[in-house]
Nanobody, 126 residues
Framework: QVQLVESGGGSVQAGGSLRLSCAAS????????MAWFRQAPGKEREGVAV????????YYHISVKGRFTISQPNAENMVYLQMNSLKPEDTAMYYC???????????????????WGQGTPVTVSS
């Protein structure tokens, strides 16, 4: 049974850091395209970062590039999102997603992912 469980969210002040974790079970994260999405109240879900099969290429939303880092350490069935220099506009529910289909399509399209975690909230105050 495939399961994704996020943790690490919380409340921080602007300029602070958080590390989100996504624990996967039922499959191997290195065999899937893994991504982090976020959704703020009243807004659409948007892709934040992706890491391709085998810990390969990574891509980021332009608003987080240079501040966030997605990683998938070897020997861990985990995916992390290190978030530095947080801004109030980063406030959202953050979701881990797995594409266990074909790894194709635009990485930031949520419909390309067939498994999702329950989300972890991030609040950044100014």
């Amino acid at each position: 049974q495939v399961q994704l469980v996020e943790s690490g969210g919380g409340s921080v002040q602007a300029g602070g850091s958080l590390r989100l974790s996504c624990a996967a079970s039922g499959f191997t994260t290195s065999s899937a395209r893994m991504a982090w999405f976020r959704q703020a109240p009243g807004k659409e879900r948007e892709g934040v970062a992706v890491i391709y099969v085998g810990g390969g290429s990574t891509y980021y939303h332009i608003s987080v590039k240079g501040r966030f880092t997605i990683s998938q350490p070897n020997a861990e069935n985990m995916v992390y999102l290190q978030m530095n220099s947080l801004k109030p506009e980063d406030t959202a529910m953050y979701y881990c997603a797995a594409d266990l289909k074909d790894g194709g399509g635009w990485w930031a399209n949520p419909y390309e992912y067939n498994y999702w975690g329950q989300g972890t909230p991030v609040t950044v105050s100014s």
